[in-house]
């Protein structure tokens, strides 16, 4: 992943940019009023922000969002509920780096579970959770609208890489 990319907790402030995203990614996208909800009275909830440095142009140009991934922490289990990249920085380690962090915040709150639903067409999803230690577990017929489509339930149980550690999927320093 590019280095200049930074993953950092968003705020109200990101709610805007995260609508954008979120309208770019999906063709059921989350309202205003949903992440608003999200981000500011879901206890459970937390969001990480994909963040890398503005126009080349421009010293101290503003910090654009560029992925997103909303994930709740419930007692001992992760939800990663909505993960987006804008399409221009796809296939570049940011999901990745987002779902790594978002389950090392989750195991530094004692959680042990991670699970999720993903489209079952949406197979750079798919390759991307396996290859994370996630399995499928069912699939949810007509889960997804707008094209209904049915729904792959994965999870990581327990949350492990295969070295063992999170974060040496990252790199020693944490360098998202």
């Known amino acids: 992943m590019d280095n200049a990319v930074r993953i950092v907790p968003a705020t109200l402030a990101d709610l ?76 570049k380690g940011i999901a990745r780096a987002l779902v790594i962090q978002a389950l090392e915040v989750g195991v530094a709150q004692a959680a042990m579970r991670a699970v999720l639903e993903v489209r079952a067409s949406n197979h750079a999803a798919h390759a991307l959770y ?26 990581l149980d327990p949350i492990v890489s295969e070295s063992g550690r999170l974060t040496q999927e990252v ?3 944490g360098g998202y």
């Open 130 to 155: 396996r290859s994370l230690g996630f399995r499928d577990v069912t699939t949810r017929p007509t889960y997804s609208t707008n094209p209904i489509e049915d729904a792959l339930l994965m999870e």
């Open 16 to 91: 805007p940019d995260l609508l954008r995203l979120e309208e770019a990614c999906f063709s059921a996208p989350w309202t205003r009023k949903m992440l608003e909800a999200e981000l500011s009275g879901n206890p459970f909830a937390h969001y990480l922000l994909a963040k890398q440095p503005g126009g080349q142009e421009e010293e101290g140009a503003a910090e654009s969002i560029v992925g997103y991934l909303c994930y709740w922490i419930v007692f001992e289990e992760i939800r990663l509920m909505n993960l987006a990249v804008i399409e221009s920085m796809r296939h």
């Open 171 to 173: 790199g020693r320093d």
